[in-house]
């Protein structure tokens, strides 16, 4: 087993809308105390957990009673994990293909482009679903930290 140190920070809010702004404070918070997350990087895990967590609460809840989200983030000297817990409706993120924007606004429709920015944004991504709920999780790799 490697020695890298790994710092682990987990919020829990409700699966609504209301929650999303606690969710990106929170993500703001975590960035601050690593150096190496620029704001780009911050902003990118932002938008990725906005997205995930906004397909939760619309989607994964559908026909349930809205349940929680959990949000874990795990800081390394090279790359930030974002895992996403859910309890609702298990979906398989798939890579999709870049959404056109004017299709979508001569259809009149908003959206459809959450999976495109997660792809756009993270590393890695994975997805799991088990006993104790579906797991999403993204991997942000950080530029090598400078030596001073």
Do not use: W
């Amino acid at each position: 087993m490697g020695g890298q140190v790994k710092s682990r920070y987990q919020i829990t809010r409700a699966a609504e809308l209301e929650s999303l702004a606690q969710f990106r404070a929170f993500i703001d918070d975590v960035c601050a105390l690593q150096p190496g997350i620029d704001q780009d990087a911050c902003y990118e895990l932002k938008l990725a957990v906005d997205e995930a967590c906004t397909n939760i609460i619309v989607h994964g809840y559908e026909g349930m009673n809205p349940g929680s989200i959990i949000l874990a983030l795990f800081l390394e000297p090279e790359r930030v994990v974002a895992r996403i817990t859910d309890f609702g409706h298990p979906f398989e993120p798939y890579e999709p293909p870049q959404p056109s924007i004017e299709a979508r606004l001569d259809e009149g429709v908003a959206g459809g482009f959450g999976l495109f920015f997660i792809y756009q944004t993270m590393d890695e991504i994975g997805y799991r679903t088990a006993e104790d709920g579906n797991h999403l999780e993204f991997v942000k790799r950080l530029p090598p930290a400078k030596m001073g």
